[in-house]
């Protein structure tokens, strides 16, 4: 569960957010809506503590993230991952390496031992296949597409299996059926993971796609929270031109849930 | 009214810079000390810092010694003292030209390289990256950079200074025909421990400064490809003056706390 209490963050003269409130419940998708600049990713960042907030508190599974000391935040995002908006691959590396890379740092949990090559190479191979990616294994990511980024950053964040998941614009500049593989994947994550997903993008088909709740952010809060129908008939003039660009309607994720 | 309060701003940054550098000096330490980097990593930086450096710094030190081997043996024949050129040599790339020479060559070869390197890491958020797969930066990225510097640094200046006092000895027995003898023997009489101790201490130095100073600025950079550049620059402008400006100030301390130790000990 993720609960943001009056939370702060100014940077330069700028007020991003201005007592911003959020309740994320355990194996909730929360997409967050809103213009550029309204602070959807500075809000991410605060959740996986890589910003420390003016004012507020952001609370995660019962540990207040902003109260705590560098050191103790590692530990405490260990269980945490995020998809950047321009997939954050590790130019030096391969795919292989970037999505192992987590495998590679940290112990196994349940063995308190490293994880052998042989057997993160296996875990890559799976996430790869499961992003249709595993043709490109050995590519670097200077030599991948826009779209083959973003699918090799979701294959490094969820090799892992984190129980909170933050995803940065995952669909922001792909082409539709891609876009659609993405939001399959993050559905199919969540399913098998059973964890908590917020996702901040501008793309309305995705959002009405994945979500069990839509929050509207404007002036630095909230505006708006509720299930996707509901949110779709709220008057709003930014709600009216999110409608007016949807030019199908989405299938619903329930038949995919069900399947 | 402007002016003043721009001066204060400035001051104010300068200072909260300064602080956020030591901090990052104090983390790495601190990272150091709780775990080692990992082999894999250091032995990379080694080998960027100390292997691809050679070519840079031979040539730098070839031609130092060459020069200086030159100039001294010019002013000095014509007042007998020709023998001198050897010691002149010796002595002032040991202590002098041979550290400070190869940390410029080190920071615009490798330190450009790592502000470039992290200040892209930074603004593709690559180092966010990191942070978000509980990875300290500063443990992953500086630390095995920062070891590697302290190790490789010094050993690029002892071979700057090898092959400045070599290549004034070709130009001393080659080309203005003085015997061998003339050049090294008086090298054992006139070059102390204490010179030897002084090029390493500053190598040590100029190595952790040049280091911290340009993964500091890789860090913090801010901006695209545009920051990255004003980085880079920066990196290189701020660890040069402030090689030169240690540089001044270990002579002093040193040869101050020498003639000390050596005034107890008479």
Not at chain 1, 68 to 85: H, S
Not at chain 1, 118 to 140: G, H, P, R, S, T
Not at chain 2, 105 to 130: F, K, N, P, Y
Request: charged fraction near 20%.
């Amino acid at each position: 569960m993720i609960i943001v209490k009056d939370l702060w963050k100014k940077f330069g003269d700028l007020e991003v957010l201005q007592g911003f409130n959020l309740e994320v419940q355990k194996g909730e998708i929360l997409v967050i809506l809103g213009r550029s600049g309204v602070g959807k990713s500075v809000l991410l960042r605060h959740i996986i503590g890589i910003e420390k907030p003016d004012k507020g508190t952001v609370e995660v599974n019962g540990v207040v993230i902003s109260e705590l000391k560098q050191k103790d935040i590692y530990k405490a995002v260990m269980n945490m991952g995020m998809l950047f908006q321009g997939g954050a691959l590790f130019d030096s590396m391969n795919v292989l390496d970037n999505t192992g890379f987590y495998l590679s740092q940290h112990k196994n949990p349940e063995t308190n031992k490293r994880y052998k090559k042989e057997e993160i190479k296996q875990k890559v191979v799976e996430a790869l296949k499961m992003v249709d990616l595993e043709e490109a294994i050995e590519k670097m990511p200077s030599d991948l597409s826009g779209g083959m980024k973003k699918r090799a950053a979701l294959a490094r964040l969820i090799v892992y299996r984190p129980q909170i998941l933050l995803y940065d614009e995952p669909t922001t500049g792909l082409d539709p059926i891609t876009a659609q593989q993405i939001n399959e994947l993050i559905v199919k994550t969540q399913n098998e993971l059973k964890g908590t997903s917020i996702i901040v993008t501008h793309d309305i088909h995705s959002a009405l796609y994945v979500a069990d709740r839509i929050a509207l952010i404007k002036d630095g809060k909230i505006a708006y929270i509720a299930e996707p129908s509901a949110f779709m008939e709220i008057d709003d003039p930014l709600i009216k031109v999110l409608k007016e660009t949807l030019t199908h309607h989405p299938q619903a994720r329930k038949e995919q849930k069900d399947v | 009214m402007g002016i003043v309060v721009k001066f204060y701003n400035s001051t104010l940054n300068v200072i909260a810079g300064f602080g956020d550098y030591m901090r990052l000096i104090g983390n790495v330490f601190w990272a150091m000390f709780k775990k080692p980097p990992n082999w894999s990593l250091l032995r990379e930086q080694l080998y960027n810092i100390g292997v691809l450096s050679l070519n840079v710094v031979a040539v730098t030190g070839i031609s130092t010694g060459v020069v200086l081997a030159a100039q001294s043996y010019y002013q000095l024949a014509e007042k007998g003292l020709a023998g001198v050129t050897g010691i002149m040599v010796a002595k002032a790339m040991i202590t002098e030209l041979g550290p400070v020479l190869t940390a410029l060559m080190v920071t615009g070869r490798v330190g450009s390289a790592m502000t470039a390197e992290l200040g892209t890491m930074q603004v593709t958020e690559q180092i966010d990256a990191l942070k978000s797969m509980a990875i300290n930066p500063n443990a992953y990225l500086v630390a095995p950079r920062f070891l590697a510097g302290i190790i490789m640094v010094p050993l690029l200046t002892i071979f700057s200074i090898i092959l400045g006092i070599w290549g004034g000895y070709v130009i001393s027995v080659y080309f203005f025909g003085m015997s061998p003898s003339t050049y090294f023997d008086p090298m054992p009489f006139h070059v102390t421990m204490f010179d030897i101790v002084t090029g390493i201490v500053k190598a040590i130095f100029f190595g952790i400064i040049l280091i911290t100073v340009c993964c500091y600025k890789g860090m913090q950079t801010k901006g695209g490809a545009a920051g990255v550049g004003r980085s880079t620059t920066t990196s290189v402008v701020i660890s040069y003056v402030t090689i030169l400006v240690s540089d001044f100030l270990l002579t002093i301390a040193l040869n101050s706390l020498h003639q000390e130790m050596m005034t107890d000990w008479v």
